[in-house]
């Protein structure tokens, strides 16, 4: 899978992956996720979510990464603001307010150009990706992950052999793998899932959502 696959997705309008309110597992956790207000939250393939809308209104600054730029013009245009526009390394930075989105390849994210945060908003972006782009997903995450970041991290789990994402299947051993190296992982709640598309309506879908906090620094680039 490619850059190509979701410009072509977007362009296709088929985006139902998209809801109109805020996430309700980010809604459940906020307390355990974001329990003070003044922090700085990375949002990886964010697309137009109104997430962003929602932890920028928490008191939080927001920069979302995403590949697709019409995602990021169709986010300010539907929250009605016009947003600045300026480049930062490869990256397009659309700006408004709090919320910030850089248009480019979030794999090429280093902690130079993104500077410090203080929590990662990983809703839908793991699961977005195929095993092999994982691992790399995950290495550039751990680089952002400074000791006392704290990532909530939303995966699926079904039969990835009867059905081909995305969303793809990611496991309890392929999240301790990426993460519990140097952080603590906690399982905060497990559940059916809901709101799948209509080709998942004859498999069990299970989602997890997970609190990782950062320990000791680890580089990886």
Not at 32 to 61: A, I, M, Q, Y
Not at 121 to 145: G, K, W
Request: aromatic share 8%; charged share 15%.
């Amino acid at each position: 899978m490619d850059g190509s696959f979701w410009r072509q997705r977007w362009a296709d309008g088929r985006i139902g992956f998209h809801a109109a309110a805020a996430n309700h597992h980010l809604l459940a956790h906020a307390d355990r996720f974001l329990p003070e207000t003044g922090g700085r939250v990375l949002v990886p393939l964010c697309g137009k979510t109104v997430d962003l809308t929602w932890l920028s209104e928490r008191g939080h600054d927001v920069v979302g990464v995403e590949l697709v730029e019409s995602a990021a013009v169709a986010y300010f245009a539907e929250a009605g603001h016009v947003p600045t526009v300026a480049d930062i390394g490869p990256y397009t930075a659309y700006s408004h307010g709090r919320v910030t989105i850089l248009v480019g390849d979030f794999l090429a994210l280093t902690p130079a150009i993104l500077g410090p945060v203080t929590h990662i908003y990983d809703r839908a972006a793991m699961i977005a990706l195929p095993p092999a782009m994982r691992v790399r997903f995950v290495e550039v995450m751990r680089q952002h992950m400074t000791p006392g970041v704290t990532l909530l991290l939303l995966t699926m789990t079904y039969d990835q052999a009867a059905l081909p994402g995305p969303p793809h299947s990611v496991d309890t051993a392929e999240v301790m793998l990426g993460y519990a190296d140097g952080c603590t992982v906690e399982l905060l709640a497990q559940g059916d899932a809901e709101s799948m598309p209509p080709r998942f309506a004859a498999h069990t879908v299970t989602t997890s959502d997970w609190l990782v906090t950062a320990g000791p620094a680890r580089d990886l680039r």
